[in-house]
C-alpha cells in the first residue's frame, strides 16, 4: 500500500558533502514536491516539478538542486551540505491541483 | 495573498475531552482546505479535506471541521480525545496552480 517512498529515513552526512535524497511514487502523479520541516517553521517548500524534467523553485531553493528525469522519481541534490541544512525532508505527490497530497515517510538530515 | 494561521502551536487535553485545534486562512478565491496529521517520525497523512461540497466535513478517526466563510476558519475537532491522537496536525491551503500554503502546525499533548 506504499505510495511515495523516501529513500532513507535517516541519513548523517559530513559537511561539504553532495547529497542525494530520492523520492519515488507509484500512483502516476505528474506533480512531486520537496519540503523541509523545522520546528515552529511548518512545512516550506524547496522546489516542485511538475512534469519530466519541469522543475519550480518554491520559497527556500538556495543550496539545493533537483532531477526529475522520469515520472515517478523526484530527486533532492543538495550540492555542499552545510549544518544549516540539518532537518527533516518530506517528498509528496498530488494528482492535480487542490487533490489530496500523499507524503513520503520523511528523511531526517543530520549534517556535522 | 494567500496564507494560513494556526493558532496556538501547542494544545494539550485530557483523555476524553473536546478536541479544537484552530485554523484561519487568507485566500482571494474559493478556498480548498486540508487537515493533515503526522504522528513522530512519519510523514502527513490526510484527516479530511473541504472542497466547497459541505461546509462540516467528517474525516477519519473520529475528526471533523467546520468550514466558516465569514469567520475565514476551518476549526478541526473532536469530540472525546484519546491518547493515540497525540500528534502535530498541520491546516493547509491549496493555492492556484499545484501549490499548498501550510500552517506551522499544532501540536495535540493527551494527558492520561
Known amino acids: 500500500d506504499v505510495k511515495v517512498t523516501q529513500s532513507s529515513r535517516y541519513l548523517v552526512k559530513r559537511t561539504g558533502e553532495k547529497v542525494f535524497l530520492e523520492c519515488v511514487q507509484d500512483?502516476?502523479?505528474?506533480?512531486m514536491f520537496w519540503y523541509r520541516q523545522d520546528p515552529g517553521l511548518g512545512l516550506r517548500l524547496i522546489y516542485f516539478s511538475y512534469d519530466v524534467k519541469m522543475k519550480e523553485k518554491g520559497d527556500i531553493p538556495e543550496g539545493y538542486s533537483v532531477s526529475r528525469e522520469k515520472k515517478e522519481r523526484f530527486s533532492l541534490i543538495l550540492e555542499s551540505a552545510s549544518t544549516n541544512q540539518t532537518s527533516m525532508y518530506l517528498c509528496?505527490?498530488?494528482?492535480?491541483?487542490?487533490?489530496?497530497?500523499?507524503f513520503g515517510q520523511g528523511t531526517r538530515l543530520t549534517v556535522v | 495573498a494567500q496564507s494560513v494561521t494556526q493558532l496556538g502551536s501547542h494544545v494539550s487535553v485530557s483523555e476524553g475531552a473536546l478536541v479544537l485545534l484552530r485554523c484561519n486562512y487568507s485566500?482571494?478565491?474559493?478556498?480548498?482546505l486540508f487537515w493533515y496529521v503526522q504522528y513522530p517520525n512519519q510523514g502527513l497523512q490526510l484527516l479530511l479535506k473541504?472542497?466547497?461540497?459541505?461546509?462540516l466535513v467528517k474525516g477519519i478517526n473520529g475528526f471533523e471541521a467546520e468550514f466558516k466563510k465569514s469567520e475565514t476558519s476551518f476549526h478541526l475537532t473532536k469530540p472525546s480525545a484519546h491518547m493515540s491522537d497525540a500528534a502535530e496536525y498541520f491546516c493547509?491551503?491549496?493555492?492556484?496552480?499545484?501549490?499548498?500554503?501550510f500552517g506551522t502546525g499544532t501540536s495535540l499533548t493527551v494527558i492520561p
Open positions: 509528496a505527490s498530488i494528482e492535480r491541483a487542490n487533490t489530496e497530497a500523499f
Open positions: 493547509v491551503l491549496g493555492g492556484t496552480g499545484n501549490q499548498f500554503y
Open positions: 485566500s482571494s478565491v474559493p478556498p480548498y
Open positions: 473541504y472542497t466547497s461540497a459541505a461546509t
Open positions: 500512483m502516476d502523479h505528474e506533480n
